[in-house]
Nanobody, 124 residues
Framework: QLQLVESGGGLVQAGGSLRLSCEAS????????MGWFRQAPGKEREFVAG????????LYADSVKGRFTVSRDNAKNTVYLQMNSLKPEDTAVYYC?????????????????WGQGTQVTVSS
């Protein structure tokens, strides 16, 4: 089992920044591609950003491209999501997911493990 714990969420004004962290334990973190997803009230969970096991490749949803940056530190078993220029529509619970294998996937069903989520609220 791979355990994932997100942190770093909170309340921020529009235009502000937050950095989310997702710390993994239980298995070899560097074997897993990691993804950040979010779920707003009444909406389905959607892909936000992903990163391959080595950190050499990333992928972003169009809605966050240029504002969010995903990175990882395999020595610390942690993946990060730096969120800048936040908008009210970024308000959601943010989840990190892990999938075995090297490729970044935007579909939830291909992720093997999930964290509990962290709330991000952006006020206008």
């Amino acid at each position: 089992q791979l355990q994932l714990v997100e942190s770093g969420g909170g309340l921020v004004q529009a235009g502000g920044s937050l950095r989310l962290s997702c710390e993994a334990s239980g298995r070899t973190f560097s074997y897993y591609a990691m993804g950040w997803f979010r779920q707003a009230p009444g909406k389905e969970r959607e892909f936000v950003a992903g990163i391959n096991p080595s950190g050499s490749n990333t992928l972003y949803a169009d809605s966050v491209k240029g504002r969010f940056t995903v990175s990882r530190d395999n020595a610390k078993n942690t993946v990060y999501l730096q969120m800048n220029s936040l908008k009210p529509e970024d308000t959601a619970v943010y989840y990190c997911g892990a999938r075995s294998g090297g490729s970044i996937v935007t579909t939830m069903m291909y992720y093997n493990y999930w964290g509990q989520g962290t709330q991000v609220t952006v006020s206008s």
